[in-house]
Every structure is written in C-alpha cells, then in structure tokens.
C-alpha cells in the first residue's frame, strides 16, 4: 500500500511587527518540534503552505521566507525528509496598490457581471495586469525559493494558480492549486474572497475530468475555504471545481472550521483541511500547524491527521507545541482513476544505450539527484539506480511539454561526469516517449501522412530537437498498439492544428 506524508503550514505572517521581536524564538520552537512531527507522520513527500507567507507582501518579506523554508528544508533533511515544497498566495501576501488606481477603481465594481467577465477573457487588460503586479514580490520567491524545491508544473491564469503531479510506487497523485485572494486589493477587504471555474480549465489544459482522470487521487489547495466565497464562487466551486470526490482533499488557509468530511444528498463525499496560523497574529485564536498520512488502497483512501498546538505552560509560563488528543481519522472511497494504459516496456536499443551511458558514472549521489528530482526514491545497489533512472527518463507517467522540461532539469547533475555524452543522453531521453496509436493515428491525418509510413516529419529543416516531430511505427501488427513519437512539438491540443506554443526547452550548459 502507498502512503503519502504531509506537512501543511498556513499564515507564517513573516515580517509581523507584532512577532518582530520573538520570531527567532518561534521558529525554533516548531523546527525543534517536528521530530515529533515526523515520528507521527513522516517521513514527508510534501510540505504545503496554504497562503499568507507575508505579513504584507513586500520583497523583504519574502527574504523573510525564504530564510525560514531553508532552515525548514535543513530540519527536514537531518529528520530523513526529503519533500517537495507547494504555496499559494494568500491576502496577505500582496504588496496593496494606491487605492486610487484607475484599475482598483474598476474593480470595485466587481459584482457587475461585464466586468467580471472582461478580467477572465482578456489577458491583456489593464486590471488583469495590476492583479498580476501586485503579487510580484510572491512570483520572484516562487520563482526562486519555491519551484526550485518543488515539482515541475502547469502555470495559470493568474499568480499562485498551478498545477503537478507526484508518483509513488505506481501511484500518481494529482495537486491543483487555485489563488483565491487575487481581488484583494485593499486594506479592508470590500468584498467575499472569489474563484472561478477558468482558473482550473487553464491549468487542467484545459479539460480538468480529462487531467483528473490521470491521478489516482488529486489534491485542492488554496487559502480561503469555499466558505470564505461570494455566493457565486460558492456555486461554481461545488458544481465545477469540486464537485463530490472530483478532489480526495482540500487543503486551505487559517480557518475556525475543524476537519471534516462532507457528504450531502446522498452525493459522494468532500473532505475538508484547514490549516492553522503557525505565527500569524495576535487575532487567531490558536497557532499551530498538522501533519497528514495518506493511505491509497485498493478500494479506499485513508487520512490521519495529527494537530500540533502551540500553548502556553502556566506552571512553567513558556509556550511549546502539544498534541491535540483527538487525531482525525476519516476514509473515502477511492474512485477508480487513472484510466490511461500503463506504458510498455522501455524500447530496449534505446534503454541499453542510455544504460550505457550512464555506467560512465561510478558515484551514486549525481544519479540519486536525478531519480529525485524525478519523483522517485533511488536504490541502494548502483546497478539497480542506474536502471531505475534509465527507464524514468524514457518512460515518464505524463505525456507533455512539461514532462520533456522536467527531464532537462533532472539530469543537470549528469552534466559534468559525462561531459560530451552528456549531449547525447539528451537526445536519447528527450525526445522518445511512448503513446497510445490513437495519438500516432490523429499524427498522421495532421500531416496527411500514411499512418503505414516507417517515419513522419514535421519541420524536418530544423535538426534541433526542439523543432522536429517523429512517429515510428511499433508493433504494427499488435491491437491495440503503441506508437514511439519524437516529441518536441507533442503538446496538450497540438492534434487540433493549435498554434504551437514556445517550446524551448531550459537552456543547457555543456562542460568545455
């Protein structure tokens, strides 16, 4: 059975000035408190913070942040830890405008239809831009603190909308994050948090039953529970967003509401996590943070939730964090998912020649890099952790641009040990993945290629495999069968003659 460990933290407020003078003091009492953390739920996959990292949103704030994620990674690592880091924004963390903004202005009349409608269906427009400003400070951390540490993903529509995936022993979980503070553009909020059902189509690309019919389960994060809504929020976020089981799990920011799992009308279920302020201010009630097992069987998926409070000894008068007796146990059915067939074997010529390659390197750490950054723990044995990343780079679960980025980064520890192979490992890993004939049949009447063809070619002027597009018949005989596409320009809706998006792959540096 696979299990999932989580750290959910929420409201860090860094840069309060009411917890200015105590805040070297409360980090360290809950970095020293996760070794009990991580004797309850450890070792974890991923550390999520559901909004509000800031007290205000300011580039220095974020500095902030990012001190505090490093000292919680180097926690993490000597706990045997080695997650993934997932955010969104929240209120708090944006840098608030001049209220007399021409732009702040128009959106004040938020409530009017048109004006709703014109923010969603126009990128270009001035108040869609001011949104995008304001988080700006978020997007450099996450740029720079964040997504280093955490999973290749699907950008959206706006700051702190994303979406990835996580694999584990088979099994493919789904994460979706929604930024649901983008209207908050004052200092008192005038009007319900919002969220709209364009924000998941974007980073669903753009069919979310189509996406979710990958995962095994997914996750939902954002900051404000759908109770924080307007009520048309509310209605497009229980009939589109998270309809009953479409999510195992919504995670979301400080709240007074417990965890729970819902079920109404004799629909299917939806559970509820919200998390606690860890520092936050002196307005919440109670500080602290949870930690969640996630038990994926056959028939049922399983949540453990354990709650660590910050509380104050009044015998001793200091504060430390305490177990909340009660720990939430709760299981939902698991929805049979990930339809999409399993792939088959790795071709053997090109698996045998990238295990070639790879036996150039006799230290396990720069391949151990790489099979993480991929998702998956290394093995022990260097033959085995040779093999195991082989058949990851030319078999990911995902067939997509991002799949292709995710390669390039993973394999930069690779660079200097095998200096001028290191170009061909690239060429090899790259460009090759397997997909369902359907995909090779839709291929061919693009082109207008006979599918009966040994080799398709698009832009075959360009060599660079940024600018080429192959399909080579396998098995052809066999139904159904697979076909082995070279994929630079095999991307979500390419079958439908959609412009081409940007397609360049992450600069490379090769060793001289």
Known sequence: ??????????????????????????????????????????????????????????????????????????????????PKLLTVPGDRDVQLPSDTDIEVLALEGWQNTRISEVFWSDATHASRKKVTEVFGPYQS??????????????????????????NKDGVQLGLVGLNTSFLHLWAEQRFPMEVDPRQ?????????????????????ITHDPQSGLSERAQRAYKEFIYPP?????????????????????????????????????????????????????????RFRVHTRIAEK?????????????????????????????????????????????????????????????????????????????????????????ASIREAVQALTPLQRPLKEQFLRLLELVTPFRWVPAQAAQMLSDVTQR???????????EDPGFTGRMYACRANPGDTPHWDLILLSKLYEGSFRGDPAPDLRVPEVSLPS
């Not at 070792?43 to 909004?51: M, Q």
């Not at 974007?202 to 996750?219: E, R, S, T």
């Not at 606690?276 to 097992?293: D, H, P, T």
């Not at 993480?372 to 990851?392: D, F, H, I, N, S």
Request: charged share 25%; with cysteine.
């Open 141 to 166: 951390w996450s740029a720079t603190g964040e997504q280093p540490r955490g999973l290749a993903r699907t950008e959206g529509l706006l700051p702190g909308d994303w979406s990835a995936f996580l």
């Open 313 to 401: 000894n009044q015998n001793a008068g200091h504060t430390r964090f305490v177990p909340e007796l009660e720990v939430w146990k709760e299981s939902i059915r698991r929805v049979p998912r990930n339809a999409a067939p399993v792939l088959p074997a790795a071709p053997a010529p090109i698996l045998d020649e990238v295990l070639k390659i790879l036996a150039c390197i006799d230290k396990p750490e720069p391949l151990c890099q790489a099979l993480q950054a991929l998702g998956q723990a290394p093995p022990t044995q260097l033959e085995a952790l040779r093999r195991a990343l082989a058949v990851k780079l030319i078999q990911p679960q995902e067939v997509s641009l």
């Open 1 to 82: 059975m696979t299990s999932f460990g989580l750290l959910h933290l929420s409201d860090l407020h860094l840069g309060n000035p009411e917890r200015e003078a105590y805040a070297a003091q409360d980090q360290e009492r809950f970095l020293q408190d996760l070794q009990k953390a991580h004797e309850l739920a450890g070792p974890f996959d991923l550390v999520v913070i559901s909004g509000d990292l800031t007290d205000s949103g300011t580039p220095e704030q974020f500095t902030q942040v990012e001190d505090f994620v490093q000292k919680l990674w180097d926690r993490l690592g000597e706990l045997g830890s080695q």
């Open 200 to 220: 998941l189509n974007k980073v669903c690309n753009p069919d979310p039953p189509a996406w979710l019919a990958k995962q095994d389960l997914a996750l939902l």
């Open 245 to 301: 089981d479409q999510f195992a799990l919504h995670l979301f920011g400080r709240s007074n509401e417990p965890p729970k799992l819902e079920k109404l009308g004799g629909a299917g279920s939806r559970c509820y996590l919200p998390g606690l302020s860890l520092f936050g201010r002196e307005s919440a009630s109670r500080f602290g943070y949870r930690v969640v097992r996630i038990e994926v069987a056959p028939e049922e998926v």
């Open 450 to 460: 006979a599918l009966e063809q040994r080799a398709v070619g698009l832009n075959a």
